[in-house]
């Protein structure tokens, strides 16, 4: 409960962010990598001229490769510093952050708010192109380009099987002591311009399950897999080293949903009672 | 007349392209530098394995900078070399070609297609945010990240005081002898998601053109300037060194517009006509 109780004179800030996460070792601080979490770590630090790094909370900890356009973050700092940088915080912190980080806006957070235990929901996209004449250079960080064309009929059909609370332990890289049983509230396939989007969405997710998830569509996607195949994985409850995780690049954390100011801190409340014991489920 | 009749045993190839202009000295060879054209070519050169390089003619020759979605070309090919690899040009030009330039298709062009000369529109976009918390470093390489507020209303409003056919020189770094009268048939801004931008379709371009127009129009979009501003540099005739040029990672190639094929050829002598003599207008 600790984390939900901000100190007096300190001011919980909200931050939402967007990054390309070509460049980054993922977004958690790694000792000699270059990540997200560092980053924007140091240029907080400098705008808040704090003594000791602001250590942020995170809604979702991507992986190396993989992007944001509506991350959410939290960080308690000394009220004081706050109040003497707010009016110009956003113009300040673009210019201490490189340009493949930018802060949406930081502000400070309502009551009870947990960037990472308050969050409802998740919602990732995962971009493919299929079909070498709709193949754009310019979006070549963030697409997967696929040389099989896709039907997005059958991955549709197989997504549903895996909707729901399930342990997702088949499409998960196992965490000692962790559960992985989530809610997979959507996960759907719509193609545009040549391009096939996925949008999905989980209470949370565990690492990797986005990208098993679509690792294992793409096969019925263009062929390789039946229909029926990637809910009998997940119902094995154990990996198949026939799925291939997607890469990192076609993935891009787009939205984090939250409830009503009044509910955040019971909601906060509700997600560690049934996930923090007694290790964190890690990804958020 | 010559470039409109192709050799007996050669095909004329119609290349359809994109690519991310960022790692490229524009569309055109260069000595020393790397360029869309001669990366193409060289491409081309080993599919096809051809004894001298391909000579591409191009509808937009780009900038550097500038990119590309919908850009078109031609090359005149030995047509046994062509019959030898037609059925798998396509992966075979993938496979060859660097990630951040893709033929979107490549086959035999009607007779009389000229690239260049045919072509009876060319139609730009240009790219602005101008709120940080939209900016998204997902599309920052195609994308002014622009520091003030912008009203399109002004903007569309001094647009249409450029519409129609006038000597752009007053928006054009000159070549000697060539004509920079032009026919400016759209030029309008729209707002989408925090990001501004421009279409802008003309039979032809001269030479910085378009990023004149639009740095013209960001001076009245976001205050500095009045609205009847670029119609008056327009007028007057002379480069108004008050106009800044705006960068060239916003625009983009995205169409080029050809007649009917029964036109293609008649039109390519009209359009020579009108432009060649005695230096060409360069840009097309």
Redesign the interface.
Known sequence: MAETVVAKDETRLRL?L???GSGFSGWARQPGRRTVQETVEIALGRLLRLDSPAALTVAGRTDAGV?A?GQVAHVDVPAANWAAVAATA??GL?GLLP???????VAPAPPGFDARFSALWRRYTYRICDD???????R???TLWHRRALDIGPMNQAAQACLGEHDFCAYCRRREGASTVRRLIRLDWARRDGVVVAGVVADAFCHNMVRALVGALLAVGDGRRPVSWPGEVLAAGVRDPAVHVAPPHGL?LEEVGYPADAELARRAEATRRRREAPAGPGRG
Not at 99 to 105: A, S
């Open positions: 939402d967007g990054y390309d992007h356009r956003m113009r673009a340009p493949d980080v930018r802060v949406h806006t070498p004449a709709a193949a754009d250079p310019l070549r960080a963030d891009c």
